[in-house]
Structure formats: structure tokens, C-alpha cells
């Protein structure tokens, strides 16, 4: 199963004309997509897998829910209150 992430924050969720699939964001707003040639058609119009990112030498760390992101807006708060990590 692949977790993504849609392009736009308003998307509450996404049906796959090919295969007729419905999916709905859970209560973190990711969609869970158990069917690769459906996941393979939303990443074509946008969405992003979540996870299985690399760590990276330069990161961001939110302050107020402690997520780690590689830009400067958590996805997971909304904040823009982050500090930046060197390792």
C-alpha cells in the first residue's frame, strides 16, 4: 500500500477513471492507495508518495510537532515555525 500526499491541501480525495477507484484522505490527509497502477496514475497528476525519503545533511525540524521536512513549511502543522538542522 502507498501512502501520498495530493498537490493541492484543499483535495479531500481522488477516483481513478481508469479503474473506477475511490479514495478518501484519512484523518492525517494522506490518501492510502493499495493498487500501484492507480498509484502510478495519481503520481502522473501530481500527488507524491509520502515516506521512504532519504535523510538528508541539511533539514528542517518543526518546532511545534517535531516533524522533519526538507522545506521551510511543515506539511503536517501548517507552521511556518522551523529551525534548521546541519548534521
Avoid at 501520498?4 to 475511490?22: L, Y
Avoid at 484523518?27 to 538528508?56: C, M, Q, W
Avoid at 517535531?66 to 515555525?81: A, G, I, V, Y
Amino acid at each position: 500500500m502507498s501512502r501520498m500526499i495530493a498537490p493541492d491541501k484543499g483535495c479531500i480525495g481522488a477516483t481513478v477513471e481508469a479503474t473506477g477507484n475511490s479514495y478518501r484522505n484519512d484523518a492525517k490527509g494522506f490518501l492510502n492507495v493499495d493498487n500501484p497502477t492507480d498509484a502510478k496514475r495519481l503520481r502522473e497528476i501530481g500527488y507524491v508518495s509520502a515516506g521512504h525519503t532519504p535523510k538528508a545533511r541539511r533539514y528542517f525540524v518543526c518546532d511545534p510537532c517535531n516533524f522533519e521536512t526538507w522545506l521551510n513549511h511543515c506539511p503536517k502543522c501548517d507552521s511556518t515555525d522551523l529551525r534548521r538542522v546541519e548534521s
